[in-house]
């Protein structure tokens, strides 16, 4: 099964194949369907035997050096952007098949998602999730102040990784977190792309079939929800932690296995924003620049991505945030044209739009459904998720009226003017917000920061301590 499309009954089928710490199995013994496409794809049966290592096992990456596990992954980004790296070009084959998001974002965010595989930033994300990352190479002595004395370690863990589909990126660096906690890991790819994964470790089996990263991973997948497959792998005898990624329902259905010595590590659904205070609005120069800002968050992964701005909540009179929402269209329809991604809006959010249009006296609406980019001004935020190049600009006489819709679900706050940021972080905090940017930085983050309110490597792993007495005399 090495071809990319096989032929069933006259259709053509994508293959799905899953890997088993360093072997990759074929088949097309169970037909699946894509998520967002609903197209068809063929993966094998899920030998449970081999994707499940008895909890006897010693994780083989325990004893090798961080080092050394950081240098196979920098080796790894190198080969995932080569250009005869036929894994990765077969992966962009048949995600294109069933992805939501143009090939042109696809290839370029598979690209760019290699850049996480960089010595720096690795070593950076480990110094700022444990203050003394020895304990992920060994047993660290501590003595308390009444002298009794033991050695911490962070245990490598056992995980389950509930991937997305919206981030093709979130694969690689799901790879290089579970390596560097030196993990025993179980991805469970999503229908949108199950096919990222593996690519990535077809890859790093190229470059030594025997490494312990290699032998650490498996990757297969199965349709959420499915409690025949479930009810066997989530179970703590097999595995410590569920590293969940996805929308409600995903992380719903994880949590009815919790309990005793199965734990959540979630990063839930997510909604993001912009706050634009009144002095973008001074003169049309600032407009368009501001705007353009904006529309650099709302585009961020074809606004596909969680830091992908849905509500712009935007100071001023009516006159003049309408200003804002032209130069806004404007600049989103052109990323837009450039994405290549002309998708139209779903039929629920068309007919919503198209009532809105006719209620002109409540909303303002520049552009049309046809997912060629789509401004809507309103008092309040629209109560439909806005998606595929849609901006809903809820205009405020001032921004403290808009920190009232900041909940746990608000994930990052693009904010301008920048010099105004300092004076609502405590509030948008307060609220549930868990990172505020400058306006048109959504995307790009500081190295080693939180992600969704926590320090995910400091989380993942098992803190295990060996108390070893008092200190003699």
Known sequence: MNSVIQTIENEELVSAPFFLRGEVLHGTDVIQTSRDLGVTFATPRIPFDRAVPPRTEVPPLLNVPLDEIIDFLV???????????????????????????????????????????????????????????????????????????????????????????????????????????????????????????????????????????????????????????????????YFDKIVAWGGGDAINNVI????????LVSFDPKTSISFVGREALVDDETVDRVADLCSADVMTLNQEACVASRFQFVEGSEADVDRFCERLHHHVARRAAESGDVRPLDRDMREAVEMMILMEDEYGVWGRTDGKGLVIRSDEPVDFHPINKTANVVRVDSLDEAVKWINVATQTVGFYPFDRMADYRDRLAAGGAQRVVHLGEAGPSTIGNPHDAMYPLHRFVHWMAHEDGKAPG
């Open 256 to 263: 009815k296995y919790l309990g005793p010595g199965f734990q």
């Open 75 to 237: 080796e790894t980004g190198q080969r995932l952007i080569a250009t005869d790296n036929d894994h990765m070009q077969e992966c962009i084959e048949r995600m294109c098949r069933t992805h939501i998001l143009p090939r042109a974002v696809v290839e370029n965010t598979a690209r760019h998602a290699a850049a996480y595989l960089d010595k720096k930033v690795l070593r950076a994300e480990v110094e700022q999730n444990f203050p003394d990352p020895r304990a992920l190479d060994e047993w660290v002595p501590k003595e308390d102040f009444t002298g009794r004395r033991s050695f911490v370690r962070a245990f490598a863990p056992r995980l389950i990784h509930v991937l997305p589909g919206n981030s093709p990126g979130v694969a690689v660096k799901s790879v290089a977190q579970g390596s560097m906690v030196k993990a025993i890991n179980l991805f469970k790819m999503s229908s949108a792309d199950p096919f990222t994964m593996v690519a990535i470790l077809r890859t790093m089996a190229d470059i030594d079939p025997n490494h312990p990263i290699v032998r650490s991973m498996s990757a297969v997948y199965w349709r959420g929800g499915d409690d025949a497959t479930e009810r066997v792998l989530y179970r703590p005898q």
